[in-house]
């Protein structure tokens, strides 16, 4: 797999944790942009 688009991927690693810290309450949200983030990995 070529990261030419790690760019991207900051980007989405950064609105991931701006996600997980809005709703840190929310557990189901917080498991799914986990299981999101090892997928993408």
Known sequence: MVFHS??????CITFSKKLLDKC???VPMK???LK????TM
């Open 24 to 26: 840190e309450e929310e």
């Open 6 to 11: 790690t760019r991207w991927l900051n980007d």
């Open 31 to 33: 498991e799914m942009v």
């Open 36 to 39: 999101l983030m090892t997928n």
